[in-house]
């Protein structure tokens, strides 16, 4: 049987790096971000905590960037793998402004993330899902996404287009991929992620911001199922938020 | 702290049962069904696996039936007891009829377990998730929906009808006890349930029934998410099935 | 060809009176509403204005009332009638009221417009629709929503389980009645509707409540629509609404 | 006042002309698409009958194109102009193929017209609208969409993501600029609408397909209603579709 591997994209400090720490107890893992600087720190948690871990610094909104990632995967782990695990987790960039205020640049470019990454990730990973079905687990591709899948904001054109872009997306997979044994599931993340970044919001109520701990926890609950029984989408909200 | 306890309503030879012996892992179960028939068998078995079950035959449609039953359960435990988790599983009759050929009995008579047994069974069950909230696990109470709780079909108003107010109510209970620290969740089955009675269908596309063991295994994984994490809706279908 | 006449249920005076005296442009209409009181001053002005109206006091909660009301209806029009437009309007109570303190009459109650309600209306009125066919618009049924029908709220569980009803139902019967010809449509009212009642809220804003003459008029307007293209289900808000 | 135009992207034989030919029965008209011969037509078509029309070879991806084309307009007009109207028509290009047989351009250029082209025309519009408020009706921006904006389907990935990004770009929109009074809609468009090219499918069925002139007059319709009673979505569908 091929090696099993999961890949990551979108490594920060916060849900990426969560979901790279779980997957890394089952998989070797491939981890991806623009910068080697955001890979650094979780690599090397994981390798330490005798996990296996790459990181390859990657613009997943260049086809050929992504391409030479994945030929470099394999000059690691050799040509036979199959990928267990593949999360995409790229965050599109939030803008929340007056819509005659944006710029063609500005609106575009927001939507890189969501529309070239997307695409770029599920034609490079899922080649190599389609022949992992005799894993313990059925072969998962999981897309982050948020409330803003469902609904759209006033100055949000561009942040709402990538996210119900992204739903869009998941859902073609899942219908296509899913016959085909691949688990494509979609997660709406609804609420403040807890982070560094994040640590001043909404101290007043405690717990009131998602665990990224539990958005792995669950995406590695997602991996688990069975195919007699796949969840496409579930929501993810911390018990105070108001929605 | 008060004895932690779970209580499933529409325990039959399914999801009801897998639920019931998933939970008994944890805590001490209550089983509920119209019959004591559909009781026997699984309770016997979670005893004999060196759990813990007593089965109570409640027409849940009653109020009074379900007060009744609150008794015996605290005659049982003692008064000091919280509801860990609540799994309200019971089956809407699935009645597929042109519109104008269904009386009004038939249609009212199919409401009464989504509509009376709902609300008897969380009015029932709230007041004793309220203080669990130092448990290992926030309380949680689980809804069993199904497609039909997103879109009516023909010949199916009764059905939809309680599919779509089950689902209602639950995002309701969601918005309202979520902040007390009770986290309220929907399952949309989407598929065939695996189970004795559907043994024949399906039978020439392997794993395309839903299994009930991982209906449980999911309402578990809902069960221990914490409240910075709850997931209030994920849905639940086999790989091969369209949607 | 037989008589066509147009059917309100839930006439007061805001929305049915509109939609009463809309339709009475083009057919006979008859009105019900519990109170013969509600009833006269639209039935009286439509007559006024030249048109064609019968007020009949029915309960439509009741099934035989509302066999009862049928048999005054071909009594008065004779039995060669067909039902160009019946719009189902009848208010859910709106009872916003934490949930532990709802009484079970009090939550039931709540629902009987929304359950037995519509569901006497439609087998009542559907069965004059089905000949309505070569009349110059298709036979219409339009059912009254709201916001509710899309998301419970805290403290709104029986409200939102009414309206997520009747959205069941309407799409329910319009895929089974749409192809015998039938429009049957759901429309979201979002938003206060203005009305003597709610002369007082939400004055600062200029236009900041739906006109009940709107919403007739948007009911009129899906009354035309030929069967290539019908429209099942749409909202109305006012402009300065939040969504 | 300052002059009130009407202006629809996306002319072609089918909708786009039905809606041209609609509002300029109220306005004179501006005509967009890319080629001239599909402009032809309809343009003469309406000066015919007495209106006014100018056609603008545009390609609505082009923020420059889309400059230009607006120049023209004000050349023509003069600058005192307002939008009453401007409705989004333009195609995305249906493609149903394996998800991993579709090439990067065929993927992203499947696109164009939705992202980039809405965005284009919605900016270059919006600021002709802000100021139409006290014309009879409120200024009135319409995205003509479809079925896949709701349901991503196998295979239809880049389709499913155009149309949940219109979507996504109305609703925003509706947000942001329903309050300053204009009028926002999106149109979902589920069923074959009946054009020469589509003469020939199901014929076996009457009325089977849409009627671009009810495409034409339901946009209409949303365009007379007052900001009290804004229609954001609607449906529409022949009678006899499957849905």
Do not use: C
């Amino acid at each position: 049987m091929p090696k099993l591997i999961a890949i990551i994209a979108g490594v920060g400090p916060g849900t990426g790096s969560a979901v790279a720490r779980r997957f890394a107890q089952a998989y070797p893992v491939v981890l991806l971000a623009r910068s080697q600087q955001s890979l650094d720190p979780v690599t090397r948690e994981i390798k330490e905590n005798g996990g296996s871990a790459i990181s390859i610094p990657t613009d997943v909104t260049s086809a050929s960037g992504m391409t030479a990632t994945m030929d470099q995967v394999k000059a690691h782990f050799g040509s036979d793998i199959s990928i267990a695990a593949a999360v995409y987790n790229v965050a599109s960039k939030f803008v929340r402004k007056p819509f005659l205020e944006q710029s063609s640049e500005e609106f575009l470019g927001s939507l890189e993330p969501s529309i070239k990454g997307a695409f770029n990730f599920a034609q490079a990973t899922l080649p190599f899902m389609l022949d992992a079905k005799e894993a313990q687990y059925p072969p998962t591709l999981i897309f982050t996404g948020a409330t803003a899948a469902l609904k759209g904001g006033s100055g949000l054109s561009g942040f709402a287009m990538s996210k119900f872009g992204i739903r869009a997306m998941s859902q073609s997979l899942a219908r296509e991929f899913g016959p085909k044994g691949v688990h494509v599931s979609h997660a709406i993340i609804d609420g403040i992620i807890d982070t560094e970044k994040t640590r001043g919001y909404s101290q007043d109520i405690a717990d009131s911001k998602i665990d990224p701990e539990w958005i792995a926890e669950s995406y590695w609950f997602l991996h688990t199922q069975p195919r007699t029984s796949f969840t496409h989408e579930l929501d993810l909200r911390p018990y105070s938020e108001t929605w």
